[in-house]
């Protein structure tokens, strides 16, 4: 070989940044004193090592763009997979794509991205299921993850829900499960009695009563919340009507 440089080898060990993806790369062994050094950045368009410099694609993964409002004015184009991954790229996904972390809002992963006019946040599970599932009908207008893993965003853990089967999803995450165990066997710090309690669901479970919710926890000196929490059995459990 006669080449003015060469490469010894290549391994993913330690990390270094190039086209905005970061790569880990390192030389093992020596090069001569007298060798000329070349920035790695050259061998990254050399066609032979191109291939590491690329996006993976997982089995069975697709990728679809992400169209939103604004997102012509943007200087990357964005998209998502059926693994629940997020990259941006300028023409093609798997070539020139840089894949991306995002950022996490109250637990979900979000991409914010600034655009004329327009709010930057989107969330990543409701993207994904505007792009890869169906709505069964217009009233499951809210997204849930399967196993209650808000960061695991691929297309199996996702479904469309209404506001009931929502609200029944999240009762049942094991968060609100041992939150509920622990509001159970709770005896200090309450502004209720047991007896209290017995009254209020008794009320709670009247469909014909004549007194709002507010009311009825303004006559016990308690939020709103509670009322709904003892409701639907988040607190108090363990008191029957």
């Not at 604004?70 to 200087?75: A, D, I, K, N, T």
């Amino acid at each position: 070989m006669t080449p003015n440089f060469y490469l010894l080898s290549i391994k993913f060990l330690t990390v270094r940044r190039f086209y905005g993806r970061v790569h880990e790369l390192t030389y093992l062994g020596r090069a001569p004193d007298n060798f000329p050094f070349v920035p790695l950045l050259l061998a990254a368009s050399h066609p032979a090592l191109k291939k590491f410099f690329m996006i993976k694609k997982l089995a069975g993964e697709v990728w679809k763009p992400l169209q939103f409002s604004g997102w012509r004015h943007l200087r990357n184009c964005y998209a998502v997979s059926s693994h629940g991954r997020i990259a941006s790229y300028k023409k093609n996904i798997i070539e020139d794509g840089k894949l991306l972390s995002g950022s996490l809002t109250t637990g979900y992963r979000t991409l914010n991205l600034h655009r004329p006019n327009n709010k930057g946040t989107l969330y990543i599970h409701r993207e994904m299921a505007r792009l890869f599932l169906s709505k069964p009908s217009p009233a499951h207008k809210y997204v849930v993850h399967r196993n209650h893993n808000k960061l695991d965003n691929s297309t199996k853990n996702l479904r469309w829900c209404t506001l009931e089967q929502m609200i029944e999803h999240q009762q049942n995450s094991p968060a609100k499960r041992a939150y509920k165990r622990k509001q159970a066997n709770k005896t200090e710090g309450l502004k209720l009695t047991a007896t209290q309690v017995k009254k209020i669901k008794n009320v709670l479970a009247n469909k014909n009563r004549n007194i709002t919710i507010r009311k009825l926890a303004g006559q016990y000196g308690v939020s709103e919340m509670t009322m709904y929490r003892i409701k639907s059995g988040e607190n108090w459990a363990r008191i029957g009507k």
